[in-house]
Nanobody
Framework: QVQLVESGGGLVQAGGSLRLSCAAS????????MGWFRQAPGKEREFVARISWTGGNTFYTNSVKGRFTISRDNAKNTVYLQMNSLKSEDTAVYYC?????????????????WGQGTQVTVSS
């Protein structure tokens, strides 16, 4: 099995930056895609970004394009989400997730493994 642990969340002022990390352990060779999702208070969890584990192909939701960057370090089995120019509407619990089969996915239900989440709070 694969385990995911997020870190890097915290409190930041609007316009600031944070970098989230997601460390994968276990059967990481079975991972094809890694994604970041977020859930704001009172809202459903939504897709933020995803990256293919081997090729680095990336995709972002429109609201974070140009501000967030997803990347991976295969040697460390870690995926990152660099978040710049943060806005109050980025406040949410951020989750990383993994897909254990070939393909490119952005829907929550397509992801097989989830981390516990890390809180990001942006003050205005």
């Amino acid at each position: 099995q694969v385990q995911l642990v997020e870190s890097g969340g915290g409190l930041v002022q609007a316009g600031g930056s944070l970098r989230l990390s997601c460390a994968a352990s276990g059967r990481t060779f079975s991972v094809y895609t890694m994604g970041w999702f977020r859930q704001a208070p009172g809202k459903e969890r939504e897709f933020v970004a995803r990256i293919s584990w081997t090729g680095g192909n990336t995709f972002y939701t429109n609201s974070v394009k140009g501000r967030f960057t997803i990347s991976r370090d295969n040697a460390k089995n870690t995926v990152y989400l660099q978040m710049n120019s943060l806005k109050s509407e980025d406040t949410a619990v951020y989750y990383c997730a993994a897909v254990l089969r070939p393909g490119i996915f952005t829907r929550e239900r397509d992801y097989d493994i989830w981390g516990q989440g890390t809180q990001v709070t942006v003050s205005s």
